[in-house]
């Protein structure tokens, strides 16, 4: 659902966004050794020359998403290696926080990509500065509502965070932190996020997100953040915020407060 909100905060997205820039230049720095060869390697029943020829189309910060939307459904699985991964991942993760992905990958097959890589194994300085640019993504995700046109919600971002990270307690607890009376972005993801969890009979939780499906213990951390009691205490604080300056947020935190309130009652 897409909460009406009568108040922006433009100053917030902005300081997101440079967070995120800067983030992103860190991801270019961190990898640039990493050079393009001239044959990525790949099955030959999957990738043909042509796609070997769309990586080669332009300089790597200038390759569109349709230049990369193959290869990035493809990475590792029959096509390149981790270090061809760690080559174009800034320019495959800076298309990702611009939106310009559109539909052509999953954000989550995408994400999925560094565990499948054991991106967990890597130098210490590239893993910091993978960790620095999902938080600034996941700010500036929260930082900007109603979401894209073709539809990532939050917790579909929160679910393709999931792929790359066994632990979301940092990002989960950040929601809390920045769903503020002075903020109705991140506090209306919240509020689709809680309904949405809820089936059509009002008590019984599950993310439908089917990338959730081997995710068995970042699900299970998304689970216990809605049975929450500081959640239901913080959408109740939200909706008395925003009863009178966001109507149509108060009405939306009031729905997501209720299904609470009777889910610990269960």
């Known amino acids: 659902m897409d909460i009406e909100l009568l108040h922006s905060t433009p100053d917030l997205l902005a300081s997101r966004q440079s967070v995120l820039d800067a983030a992103i230049e860190k991801l ?7 050079k393009l060869r001239p044959d990525v390697g790949g099955c030959s029943h999957c990738v043909s020359p042509q796609d070997n020829d769309d990586l080669h189309a332009a300089p790597l910060r200038k390759l569109s998403a349709e230049n990369l939307a193959r290869y990035a459904t493809k990475a590792l699985t029959t096509w390149g290696d981790e270090d061809d991964l760690r080559h ?25 990509k560094l565990r499948y890589g054991e991106s967990h194994k890597w130098p210490a300085p590239e893993r910091q500065a993978i960790h620095e640019f999902l938080i600034a993504y996941w700010q500036k995700t929260l ?10 919600q939050a917790d579909d971002i929160l679910c393709a965070i999931a792929n790359a990270n066994e632990d979301l307690t940092p990002y ?8 503020l009376p002075l903020a109705p972005p991140p506090a209306a993801h919240l509020a689709d996020f809680i309904i ?24 299970a951390q998304a689970m216990n953040f809605l049975r ?10 939200l909706f ?25 009652q269960n």
């Open 28 to 34: 270019y720095e961190t990898f640039h050794r990493y």
């Open 88 to 112: 174009f991942l800034p320019r495959l993760f800076e298309l990702l926080a611009a939106d310009d992905l559109g539909s052509s990958i999953e954000h989550e097959t995408l994400l999925g």
């Open 143 to 152: 930082a900007s509502y109603p979401p894209p046109s073709y539809g990532h």
């Open 172 to 179: 989960l607890q950040h929601w809390l932190r920045e769903a």
């Open 196 to 219: 949405d969890a809820f089936s059509r009979k009002g008590t019984k939780l599950r993310l439908t997100n089917a990338f959730w499906d081997e995710k068995h213990t970042q699900y």
């Open 228 to 237: 929450s009691r500081e959640l239901a205490v913080r959408t109740e604080q």
């Open 240 to 264: 008395y915020a925003y009863e009178h300056s966001e109507p149509h947020l108060a009405a939306a935190l009031s729905q997501a407060n209720n299904l609470l309130a009777i889910l610990l």
